[in-house]
């Protein structure tokens, strides 16, 4: 993995992240194939201390939400049968959850308000995040699992509705948590923010906040 603090990693990563979020504002798939990348999808940042850590992760969740993205496009056509489709599907799951899970604590919410407390109510939690690479990563990841909840597999039948309901709460619970981080986010400070309003604008239909907090 190229560690951006590296000017060759630097330049490739903000490559990368431009064209995901270019991919994402206009919904397109990525180009580059991120299997093409030279990563090794299954290895994560341990949690030592290390010069590039944070931007490590950073560059992690870039490289899953791109393989998550393209579930939408290349994957769903070139992966054939329904349970290499669901296999695939879960694999990208377990990465998103492990990449959340074992953040190292400098990434991790300092503080988190519940809706409707504090000293300014809001219809979303107030989540405070230590630095911007905190903020733009956690962003991130709440999209990937926007976009995983969208496009899970479902088996027919009753248990196919029940799945499909459950990947629609949790939808919402993620759309509202990047509510809640650009909500109280001092302007300009993660313009990545507004590239993710159109993947918010179905799970939080009807309700529709988002020209109002992302304006």
């Given at each position: ?18 064209e995901l979020f270019s991919c994402l504002t206009f ?86 308000i519940l809706p409707g407390r504090g000293e300014t109510p809001s ?93």
């Amino acid at each position: 993995l190229l560690c951006s603090y590296v000017p060759s990693g630097a330049c490739f990563w903000a490559n990368r992240g431009l064209e995901l979020f270019s991919c994402l504002t206009f919904n397109l798939p990525v180009s580059w194939d991120p299997d093409d990348w030279g990563m090794d999808g299954m290895s994560l940042p341990h949690q030592d201390a290390t010069l590039c850590q944070e931007s490590t992760w950073t560059c992690r969740v870039i490289y899953i939400l791109t393989k998550v993205h393209n579930l939408l496009y290349v994957e769903q056509t070139r992966v054939k049968g329904e349970k290499a489709r669901s296999d695939l599907w879960m694999t990208l799951m377990r990465w998103t959850l492990e990449w959340e899970s074992l953040l190292p604590d400098t990434m991790s919410p300092i503080s988190w308000i519940l809706p409707g407390r504090g000293e300014t109510p809001s219809n979303f939690p107030l989540i405070y995040l230590p630095n911007t690479t905190s903020k733009l990563a956690r962003i991130l990841f709440h999209v990937t699992m926007i976009i995983l909840a969208r496009t899970r597999p479902l088996p027919d039948g009753h248990a196919g509705h029940q799945i499909g309901h459950a990947m629609k709460a949790l939808a919402v619970t993620h759309a509202q948590m990047i509510c809640g981080i650009a909500k109280h986010v001092q302007e300009g400070q993660v313009p990545e923010v507004k590239m993710s309003k159109n993947v918010l604008t179905c799970p939080l239909d009807p309700l529709h906040p988002l020209p109002f907090i992302l304006s």
